[in-house]
């Protein structure tokens, strides 16, 4: 079977003799005569007639006369890319190169020529050949006279294996070729994977391990724990203080700076430990936000822990230089140690997490230590919010109703719907404990929807019982988490349906931290509570946010003052101007206001020398049940005996 010969072969015909240049033209590039006149051409060159030729293969011929010309034609046929496939070189040509430096020369310009000789039997003999030129399988002899079959055969063959070796090696090239951008495409490939992978386990703005792999190490730690008694481990958690307050007055900007500088510490502070010896790997990981965690695998003594925890809390406050700005923030850590106890990553991260909260509450800036009394905390933290995911079900809430009077005309404006818990052991809970907790766990989404429904049906009942009782409202309070929900709105819109209250009935109470959770949806619910035509009190007014700014952005209808300034403003000038300060900038932006905690009759006599609209306060009246809650609705409604509710 032939291979594929791509192209007319190429022949180079190198001979000082020019009827030998015809012989070989008349050969190899036969012109199309008669067989009859190609013979007799044949005959007068070759000892014998022309044979028959293959007319189909006729060959690309060139001539040259010298060796040095052959040279500098097979020169330009490399540099043009069509190098010749073989070459015919005479032995003897005088006065020029013979053939063997003839030959010598060809093989440098193209190494891969196939090259015949033409010689006479009295030239060099076969070994003096081989000696000058090395045994090649590109050199073959051709002895004269010639016969002019073995020549188109030569040329044929040589120039066909040239040809296929060629092809095999463009082949072999184009493979590589093909192997190499596979190859490349793998690594490319490999590469996304990679980075896919890292992206998945990796925070993106600090480049810290993230939950998902802090929480696969934990997990290793806790399995060789179970195996190998000695072994230990640790969890530091750690929180920047006051942290909101730096991202909403500086800018995120300069808050994330603020995080990948803190995340820098960290790693430092690790690499630098001068105890490394003592753990066999550390993680610092960033859960979110502010929150960073470091996982000390293999610590050998609790100090060890220690020793890192201090250092990372003091690397952290040391003054940071951030867009220029300097700012130096304090970190509040906690630190929980491998318990045999622990099954889950959740198990020693709650831990760390509740140390932390424990030693923010002993003020900002500390690292505190899990302990046998936190841990007692947590679990009655647990089982609580467990217990109270169930209280709405077992009907152990309930509300009580705390009167808001007008100051100006002691009138029962409003109730302040404010729930409480039954717990069957542990009695009546306070909302100050197990609101927190419910925002926590997210049981105040049901909470939240309960209490609405409660004071509204209760609001209901006794607008039907006192159509003559004027206007009173009722204020529910609401936490920002439940503000921010998609169903929030709707709750609202189908509680006053299915009542049949109107918005003005109703005022949603909002504290300033509704600003500091997610401000934005926020204030979209707050809006679309003010397009129902419900009022908005902002709670608590001065103990949060230390920005007044938002106050022109947010449609409040009243300010709650703080009862911590209604509290000591008789005795304290200072709260008196401060009270009277609000009670000035609210009537310009035409809000109401309302003081909280009144105890004492001089402080009311006060909030009414003030000009303070309305107030309420255990002086006025505690919460009060439904029923006592009734009973003053029933004295408020006979015209006559208008009175201020009762302390
Ligand atoms: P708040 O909204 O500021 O409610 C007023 C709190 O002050 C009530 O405490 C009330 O009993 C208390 N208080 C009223 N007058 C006086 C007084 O003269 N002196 C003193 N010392 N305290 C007075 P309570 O009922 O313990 O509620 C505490 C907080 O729990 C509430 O503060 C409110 O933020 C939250 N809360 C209560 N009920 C709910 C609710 O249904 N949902 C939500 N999200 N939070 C609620
Ligand atoms: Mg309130
Ligand atoms: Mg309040």
């Given amino acids: 079977m032939n291979s594929p010969i791509t192209s007319k072969p190429r022949i180079l015909v190198i001979d000082d003799d020019a009827t030998i240049h015809q012989a070989f033209q008349s050969i190899l590039t036969p012109k199309r ?18 044979a028959a030729q293959n007319s189909e293969t006729t060959f690309e011929l060139d001539l040259a006369q010298q060796g040095q010309i052959g040279f500098e034609m097979v020169k330009a046929s490399v540099a043009a890319n069509k190098p010749y496939d073989m070459a015919f070189v005479d032995m003897r040509m005088p006065p020029g190169w013979d053939g063997l430096e003839t030959i010598e020369h060809l093989w440098t310009a193209d190494p891969d020529l196939e090259v015949v000789i033409c010689t006479a039997f009295s030239d060099f003999s076969w070994d003096e050949i081989i000696k000058r030129l090395g045994h ?93 008694p000695d072994y230990k481990y640790a969890v530091l958690f750690l929180d920047l203080d006051d942290f909101k307050l730096i991202n909403d007055t ?23 430990l001068d105890t490394p010896a003592r753990l066999d790997d550390q993680t610092p990981a960033r859960l979110g936000g502010d929150e960073f965690v470091v996982l000390l695998d293999g610590i050998k003594t609790p100090d060890d822990a220690y020793q890192v925890a201090d250092r990372i809390h003091k ?43 424990n030693s923010k509450a002993n003020g900002k800036g500390r690292v505190g230590v899990f302990d046998e009394k936190i841990h007692q905390q947590v679990m009655n933290r647990l089982r609580l919010s467990s217990d109270l995911r169930k209280a709405i079900e077992l009907g152990q809430l309930r509300l009580l109703y705390q009167p808001i009077v007008s100051l100006e005309s002691n009138k029962l404006e409003s109730f302040e719907a404010l729930v409480r818990w039954e717990h069957p052991e542990m009695g009546c809970i306070s909302p100050v404990l197990f609101i927190p907790l419910a925002e926590e766990t997210g049981t105040i989404h049901d909470l939240g929807k309960w209490v609405l429904r409660e004071a509204c049906q209760q609001l209901r009942i006794w607008h039907d019982q006192y159509p003559d009782m004027g206007h009173v409202t009722m204020s529910v309070n609401v936490s920002s988490k439940q503000l921010v929900l998609r169903d929030f709105i709707p709750c609202v819109i189908e509680t006053l349906a299915t009542t049949g209250l109107q918005g003005l009935d109703l005022n949603i109470e909002v504290t300033e931290s509704v600003l500091i959770d997610n401000a934005e949806a926020a204030c979209h619910s707050l809006e679309a509570l003010g397009a129902l035509g419900i009022h908005i009190h902002l709670d608590d007014f001065g103990t949060g946010y230390s920005s007044l700014s938002y106050l022109h952005q947010l449609p409040f209808d009243a300010i709650k003052i703080d009862r911590s300034f209604v509290k ?17 900038m609210a009537s310009n932006r035409h809000m109401s206001v309302i003081a909280e905690g009144i105890e004492r009759v001089d402080q009311l006599v006060q909030l009414q020398t003030l000009d303070c609209n309305s107030g309420q306060g255990y002086y006025l009246s505690r919460p009060v049940d439904a029923k006592t809650a009734q009973a003053m609705l029933a004295k408020e409604s006979q015209p006559a005996e208008a009175q201020p509710a009762a302390a």
């Fill in 33 to 50: 005569l008669d067989s009859a006149s190609l013979d007799a051409s044949m005959a007068a060159l070759f000892d014998e007639p022309g």
């Fill in 136 to 228: 090649t399988h590109r050199l073959l002899l051709l002895r004269k006279p010639f016969d002019k079959a073995e020549v188109w055969q030569l040329a044929s063959a040589q120039a066909r294996k040239r040809q296929a070796e060629t092809a095999a090696r463009n082949h072999g090239l184009e493979l590589q070729a093909a192997n190499k951008r596979l190859e490349e495409e793998i690594a490319a490939r490999s590469r996304v994977e990679d980075k896919l992978k890292h992206d998945a386990l990796h925070d993106g703005l600090t480049d810290l391990p993230n939950r998902l792999l802090l929480t696969e190490r934990i997990e290793r730690c806790i399995e060789r724990s179970k195996r190998f």
């Fill in 250 to 272: 500086m800018g995120h900007t300069i808050g994330d700076h603020l995080l990948m500088e803190v995340a820098n510490r960290i790693n430092k502070s690790l690499r630098s």
């Fill in 315 to 357: 690397a952290i406050g040391q003054k940071m230089v951030i867009a220029g700005h300097e700012i130096v923030v304090t970190t509040s850590m906690g630190v929980a140690l491998s318990r045999e106890d622990y099954q889950v990553p959740d198990d020693i991260l709650r831990d760390a997490d509740a140390a932390l909260y």
């Fill in 568 to 584: 000591d403003m008789a005795l304290d000038g200072r709260n008196a101007n401060i009270v009277q300060a609000i009670q000035v």
